[in-house]
């Protein structure tokens, strides 16, 4: 696995063509992931994962990690997963005890990429219920397109953990397999501390890697990610 930083806002996202489809062949069966993201209590053991504080990822051949810190506080805010030319960036939150966060943040991603002269469809994929964001872009050689970002998200205990595919995998199936393996493998350590709804979960450093550089905006926001500059190591 190798460790990243990165200089922009939010994770890598997909630019399309205006004359091609954007249809990501999301299965039409409903139902949860087979298994995972879990809960600390139900995967207790860090064998084999990096631990973020607050999420662990499972180590990975060619799994490449950014981490996204911003810049008025220092914290870390997000992680970025870079795999064969995909990406899933992740965020966890604090949720109620008693209801989920799921149904009214794709809400909310709805009326944010609206605001942006986009589209959003409500899909029913092999990670649950998604959305499939679709915001006009221009590409390098002045084309005009879109960028197309796939939303998902699970409501643990007390925990709520979001994913945004960014690349091939925000619309190829075969391509979101292996970050999508990825998701389902990743554990959420709530920690007992009271904290409101939609607070952020800290994140931190793993064990070994260098300090970071900010970065200007808060990855927390609902709006589609950005293509972000390559990964550059961190020693």
Known sequence: MVFGR??????ESEFVPEAESTDNGAEETAGAPEHGPFDVADRPSEEGYVDLG???IAATQGLALRLEVEEKTKRVVAVTLDLDGSSLQLQAFAAPKSEGLWDEIRSQIVQSVSSQGGTADELTGRLGNELLARVPAQAKDG??????ARFVGVDGPRWFLRG???GPAAMNPDAAAPLEDVFRNVVV????????????LQLTLPRDASPLPARGEDAAKPGPPERGPEITTIG
């Open 189 to 200: 350590v709530r920690g007992d501390a009271p904290l409101p709804p939609r607070d952020l």
């Open 54 to 56: 607050a999420l662990r």
């Open 6 to 11: 990165r200089r922009k806002d939010r994770a």
């Open 143 to 148: 084309s005009k397109g879109y960028r197309v």
């Open 164 to 166: 945004v595919f960014g």
